[in-house]
């Protein structure tokens, strides 16, 4: 059975920086591309970014140059480190194994002032 639990949300404001962690069991982590996925409220799920077993990164448009992703194998975690960040990327983040169905609990961002 594989699990992945998200932790790392919380309330920041504007402009201010958090690092969200996934960590996974019951699947083999180093050969599986890995995801980040985020949903708004009254907004569809999107993809926020991946990374593939060898560490190649894919971003949306929205974050590129502010969101990080990022992997340790041997703890069979993904990151996702979050700077300057908007209003806007206020959402539940979900951690993903794209393509097979499997889904974190999701952590809650909230960027208020």
């Known amino acids: 059975q594989v699990q992945l639990v998200e932790s790392g949300g919380g309330l920041v404001q504007p402009g201010g920086s958090l690092r969200l962690s996934c960590v996974a069991s019951g699947t083999i982590f180093s050969t599986n591309t890995m995801a980040w996925y985020r949903q708004a409220p009254g907004k569809q799920r999107e993809l926020v970014a991946l990374?593939?077993?060898?560490?190649?990164?894919n971003y949306a448009g929205s974050v590129k140059g502010r969101f990080t992703i990022s992997r340790d194998n041997a703890k069979n975690t993904v990151y996702l480190r979050m700077n300057s960040l908007k209003f806007e990327d206020t959402a539940v983040y979900y951690c993903?194994?794209?393509?097979?169905?499997?889904w974190g609990q999701g952590t809650q961002v909230t960027v208020s002032s």
């Open positions: 990374i593939t077993p060898g560490g190649g990164t």
């Open positions: 993903s194994v794209p393509g097979t169905g499997y």
